[in-house]
């Protein structure tokens, strides 16, 4: 299957696992993705993930996390940056989620990041998406 953003499809497979209320999700592998998937593990939005070679591109297995009463930890995923139109922001202008309550996540010259690294380094970048 040939995907133009992987970014997307990997959101769009974890929100439809967690609505699923899965364990597990496979989702096709992207150096990318796995730096995504870096941050949502030590942030908490995830139990944990691995990489499976499949023999092709490989597969990063994402072990979903739920609270006790069984909802989703990760309650909203969005795509900001697409393909089609990049969202670049300033070290000033990095955006807050919920007012703090989620995160952003950047891809800035100094790899890929939290809104909360970014202002730390002051530096700013691209806009990947919104987890909260």
Known sequence: MNLTDPISNALTIIRNGSMAKKIKVDIPFSKMTEEIFNILKREKYIKDFKFI????QGVLRVY??????EEPVIKGLARISKPSLRIYVKKDKIPKVFGGLGIAI????RGIVTDTQAREMQ??????CYVW
Not at 53 to 56: F, L, P, V
Not at 106 to 109: A, G, V
Not at 123 to 128: M, R
């Open 106 to 109: 950047l891809s800035s010259s």
């Open 64 to 69: 979903l996390k739920y609270t006790r009463n």
């Open 123 to 128: 530096a700013g970048g691209e806009v990947l």
């Open 53 to 56: 070679d499949d023999k092709k």
